[in-house]
Each structure stands twice: as structure tokens, then as C-alpha cells.
């Protein structure tokens, strides 16, 4: 079930079945770091599907049943668990999952008060880093240094709206431009 995962692979574990649960690091600003599922809803299990454990397994509390294609139950093997648990490792020794940005990457920047948009110049060095950015503040390209939590990737280039410009009527004074006038449109209309 969604947000079970922990509690089930800990029950799983307790009663001597072999569970992995990879998870992640989540760095939260100004917070301690939360530890999340890498799979939402999925965990690994070591068992003999045709046995009786697995009957045993699938029916705790928490477990919706098994990850299905058709009507087959699909495993691992050992070293495709090992390379995930080798990847979740690098990725925590990393400073966990946080968004990173590509030099040249526009992106918004939402800091306090300031909204704005921006081109990444460095890239951060780490999940407590700060991206160092290029802002249009007041008609000039400033330096700024942002935490990377403060800024939202822009997909496209934001659309510019212009006001919508109705064409030219009068030369000025009231004097009607030809075949504008409210006497030429009553006769076209005829």
C-alpha cells in the first residue's frame, strides 16, 4: 500500500524473509534529510514464489499482492539487485536525489520576494550547494547565488504578451481613414 513500504519490509525482515527496499536520500531545505522509496509502493522480496512463504508474505498487512505482466510474476537476479544497491549507494554518497542543473539550463527563480528568470552558470556541487546564476535585475545581468531548491526549470522560453493592436481609424482630428468610416461600413453591409 502507498506509504507502507517501510513498515512492511521491517515486518518481512523481523519474520526472517530477505527484503530490500532501496531508498534515497531527499535533502529538504532547512530541514534534515528524509530517506524515501526509490520505487514508491515496491519492494524487493527473496522468495521462492511457488512456496509456501510466498503465500505467507503476500498476505501481511500493508501488501496489495505481486508486481504482475499478464499473469506472470517477473524476478531479479542477484546481480541486478546488486547493481541497485550499488546505484542507490552512489546516489546517497552523493548527497542523495536532488535536482540538478545543467550549465546554460534557464530556469525561474522564486528566493523571498524575488521571482525572476535566470541562466545557470555553475552547476552545484552538492545537495547543500547553491547554483550560481545570470538574473536580469533592473536591466542588467547580475551574478547571483541561489540555493538549488529556489529554482524550477523552464521547459520553453516564456511567451511574451503583447497587447493586442487595433489598426489605425483616423489620420487624427476625427478625420476618417478611406473605407473605415462608420458611413463606408453601412454600405458594404447593404
Not at 544497491?85 to 539550463?105: D, K, L, P, T, Y
Not at 545537495?127 to 536580469?136: E, H, K, M, T, Y
Not at 540555493?147 to 511574451?160: D, G, K, R, T, V
Request: net charge positive; aromatic share 8%.
Amino acid at each position: 500500500k502507498s506509504r507502507a513500504e517501510k513498515l512492511v519490509a521491517s515486518q518481512l525482515e523481523r519474520d526472517g524473509f530477505v527484503a530490500f527496499l532501496p531508498c534515497v536520500e531527499n535533502p529538504r531545505p532547512n530541514a534534515r534529510s528524509v530517506f524515501a522509496p526509490l520505487f514508491p509502493g515496491y519492494l524487493f522480496l527473496r522468495v521462492d514464489i511457488d512456496s509456501a512463504d510466498a503465500k505467507l508474505a503476500r498476505e501481511r498487512s500493508g501488501v496489495l499482492g505481486w508486481l504482475r505482466f499478464g499473469d506472470t510474476i517477473p524476478f531479479l537476479t542477484n546481480e541486478i539487485v546488486n547493481r541497485i544497491r550499488r546505484r542507490v549507494q552512489e546516489i546517497n554518497s552523493a548527497g542523495g536525489h536532488w535536482r540538478r542543473f545543467r550549465q546554460g539550463e534557464i530556469v525561474r527563480v522564486v528566493a523571498g520576494n524575488l521571482e525572476s528568470l535566470g541562466q545557470v552558470v555553475d552547476e552545484p556541487e552538492s545537495a547543500n550547494g547553491q547554483v550560481r546564476v545570470l538574473l536580469d535585475f533592473m536591466g542588467r545581468m547580475v551574478s547571483a547565488r541561489v540555493p538549488w531548491h529556489a529554482l524550477s526549470p523552464m521547459n520553453q522560453e516564456p511567451e511574451i504578451v503583447r497587447p493586442r493592436q487595433l489598426p489605425r481609424r483616423t489620420r487624427g482630428k476625427g478625420r476618417w481613414i478611406r473605407g473605415i468610416s462608420p458611413r463606408a461600413t453601412e454600405a458594404t453591409h447593404s
